[in-house]
């Protein structure tokens, strides 16, 4: 079952705001080493390692947001962090993994959707995209459009939702769509907090601009 990592985050995606939102240095380290974290797991390693990385880090995710059950932050990220496990395990263990996401996502923006720059809209809807539909799943792709829009009145200038709208866009088969957003996501803004996951993003986004620009010259 292909889910998109990250989420998510993985699409993860905690925004440049993260330190004006949280209530303490302590918990905002915490979040900093979920996000941290998270990127060495999803991008660094593979296989049963990857796996059982996720597995423990889940566990530490699920433990924060429920420790800090109003911040919208908290529940981001064990969605991510979710998701992306869903990724790696594959098979029908993905799909209940999916799901436990798309709560978290919920929660986070039925506190704020706003925060993390509308990261909740972005993970929900690539979850919405790649997840199967009815009856398999609750996949639909009218909510990962809605929820794509959301995220970019947001923040339309973000490397993860463009990047995964691109996605969903070449999934589409609406490449030069896609090829816009694919721009404006290289064109992004670092983030001093996540070095290593945007040094993995924007080879994502490379890669998938190289097969948009294939298409687009047939």
């Not at 380290?29 to 941290?36: F, T």
């Not at 530490?60 to 429920?66: D, F, G, T, V």
């Not at 509308?118 to 009218?142: C, H, K, N, R």
């Not at 709208?165 to 996501?185: M, W």
């Amino acid at each position: 079952m292909a889910l998109v990592a990250a989420a998510l985050f993985q699409s993860a995606l905690a925004q440049n705001a993260l330190s004006q939102t949280l209530s303490s240095a302590d918990e905002q380290m915490n979040l900093q080493q979920l996000m941290r974290q998270w990127a060495h797991v999803n991008y660094e390693l593979k296989g049963d390692d990857q796996e059982d990385a996720f597995a423990e880090l889940a566990k530490n995710a699920q433990a924060y947001s429920k420790t800090h059950p109003d911040e919208a932050e908290g529940h981001i990220w064990s969605g991510i962090i979710h998701s992306s496990y869903a990724g790696a395990k594959g098979g029908l263990g993905a799909l209940g993994l999916a799901k436990e996401a798309k709560k978290d996502f919920e929660m986070a923006m039925s506190i704020n959707g706003q925060a993390l720059q509308g990261s909740a809209y972005t993970s929900l809807g690539t979850l919405y995209a790649q997840v199967p539909g009815w009856p398999i799943g609750f996949g639909d792709d009218e909510k990962a459009q809605e929820l794509f829009k959301k995220s970019l009145a947001i923040n339309p200038d973000g490397i993860d939702i463009n990047y995964f709208y691109a996605q969903f866009l070449y999934d589409e088969r609406k490449y030069k769509q896609a090829e816009v957003h694919l721009l404006r996501a290289q064109a992004a803004a670092p983030r001093a907090e996540r070095p290593l996951a945007d040094k993995y993003r924007q080879q994502e986004v490379a890669q998938l601009l190289a097969k948009v620009e294939r298409k687009l010259k047939r």
